[in-house]
């Protein structure tokens, strides 16, 4: 009777143990539900996009080409500095010390363009981060969710187990013994068989300000990005191949990797929602979107440096 009485103890500390651990998380989740990541007030950016006619800009700068690569020269003209560019062209040929400095104030006036540029680039990345680094901190939560229910599922199966053996040791007939074993092992294995949903538990995740959404559409209709960001995510020019914009390929990984080649699946996820319901899954996948978004963002600064570099070339 003591070894009952023990068994019984350690269950109910146990299981307060978890309860007490399951409050923290959820307050934890509660504060992590809406959004800290957007920007501390809101920024107008024009709505105008540069031009996406890529080789009539190129065409039409030709004398540009032996200076700079194409991507640099589609890069001017999406800052709108290509007309300072070939003004330097223009004066490089008088070394008088008037058009040095003509030289110098055109370069400054392009190198401030760029400078935004590299802002915009550097915030629109730090968005993506802070994003991907809240909705992991939410999928470990809901991680540790699970782990906890799973938790008590394997003490409830192990106290039933253990409550059964003692029962059916103390109890002397036979047959309320046998029925005492078959109910303590009925139980023990359903509560086995409650770890195994694969699924696990749902909380709600708010991303109103929501920057995959712009991203799986392929179309800007939001203010999330500025117009020079949009426009290198979606100019073939800038992706390796040049035959899928960064965007279009990153979209078709996605639709690969996390939905199974499941368009339908895909267009119905609350990733591209206003926010929902989420799964542990769902918020992991959520997150690895986020970061290689960053990532796809980071990638840009490349570009820039071949820019500075082709300048440099230029003007020294």
Known sequence: MKKLYFIFAAFILLTSCVSKKNQVIKQNILTLRDSYCKAPFKYNYENKLPSYNSDSI????????????DQSILVLNALD????????????????????????????????????????????????????????????????????????????????????????????????????DISGGAFGAGFGLATLNPKGKKVEFIHQRNLLRDIWNERLESPNFPPFIWYMYTEKRFSNKEQHSIISSMKQRWLH????????????????????????????????????????????????????????????
């Open 81 to 180: 500095n290509l007309d300072e560019v070939n003004e330097i062209v223009k004066l490089k040929k008088d070394s008088s010390l008037n058009s040095q400095v003509k030289v110098l104030q055109l370069k400054m006036k392009i190198n401030s363009k760029i400078t935004i540029a590299l802002t915009e680039l550097d915030a629109v990345a730090a968005e993506f981060d802070c994003e991907g680094e809240r909705v992991a901190q939410i999928g470990n939560y809901v991680d540790n969710l699970n782990d906890s229910r799973n938790n008590k599922l394997i003490l409830y199966s192990i106290a039933a187990g253990a409550v059964a053996s003692i029962a059916g040791g103390i109890v002397k007939d036979e047959g309320w013994s046998s029925a005492i």
């Open 257 to 316: 990797y996390q939905f199974d080649d499941d368009q339908n699946k895909a267009d119905q996820s609350v990733i591209f929602k206003d926010g929902g319901l989420y799964r542990a899954d769902d918020l992991h996948n959520r997150a690895a979107m986020l970061n290689q978004m960053q990532s796809a963002t980071r990638t840009i600064n490349q570009i820039i440096n071949y820019l500075l570099l082709d300048l440099d070339k230029l003007i020294l």
């Open 58 to 69: 190129i065409a039409a700068n030709q004398q540009l080409k032996s200076t700079f690569s």
